[in-house]
């Protein structure tokens, strides 16, 4: 994708997460990468407002190319893109996936859980990672190791990040997530999530869709 193609569909999924009710006020940032540099949305501007100029640019060691403050996240951000072979990634606040990270019952990886095929084979196991302070090397670290092996991670008493190829995938999987939460959290006490067996046969199944 050429670069001005890049800066609109981040202009498009970004107000597309705040018109999902994915993100409120200044809340989630959004970046991509072209070229070994980094163009990820600007400090305090609501994401609905987010227009291709407002576009910090920074290169791989956190230098700033251009002159906008990029969102205090942006640290986050770098440190995934030098430790995963990914192009596009989100974090943001949705409220039901927020609700689940910092869910008292929600104490490690294997309580989040699974419901249906199709979210196992887009998403699989989320990562759950501790709660550090926004924008703190903590919190980088953190992630950065959770995310090396998961799709998404979910922190605690803050929200969910995730990362991947393309704007559609990972706006995707941020819905797929909130949907699953959803369920756990309105019919969590009728609903039988997949078992682990199941859940390993499903992973299993290299290219296979979900339903």
Do not use: W
């Not at 090396?148 to 990362?163: D, E, P, S, T």
């Not at 999530?193 to 499903?202: D, F, N, Q, R």
């Amino acid at each position: 994708m050429r670069l001005e193609e890049a800066k609109k569909e981040l202009v498009k999924y970004s107000r597309m997460l705040a018109e999902k009710n994915l993100v409120v006020s200044s809340g989630g940032n959004i970046s991509f990468i072209s070229a070994g540099r980094v163009y990820v949305t600007a400090t305090g501007i609501a994401l609905d407002e987010i227009t291709i100029d407002d576009l910090a640019v920074l290169d791989l060691a956190g230098n700033l190319i251009n002159n906008l403050k990029p969102s205090k996240e942006a640290g986050m951000h770098l440190a995934i893109y030098k430790k995963k072979e990914v192009k596009v990634i989100i974090h943001a606040h949705p409220f039901y996936s927020t609700v689940v990270a910092s869910h008292r019952d929600i104490r490690s990886e294997q309580d989040i859980p699974c419901y249906t095929p199709g979210y196992v084979v887009k998403v699989g196991q989320l990562g759950l990672i501790g709660y550090y302070q926004p924008g703190s090397q903590e919190l980088s670290a953190a992630v950065t190791r959770s995310i090396a092996k998961h799709q998404g991670v979910l922190m605690r008493n803050h929200g969910v990040i995730v990362a991947g190829e393309d704007f559609r995938q990972v706006f995707n999987l941020i819905e797929d997530i909130e949907v699953n939460a959803r369920l756990f959290l309105e019919y969590g006490n009728v609903m039988a999530p997949l078992s682990s067996k199941e859940i390993k046969a499903l992973q299993s199944r290299r290219g296979g869709e979900g339903s």
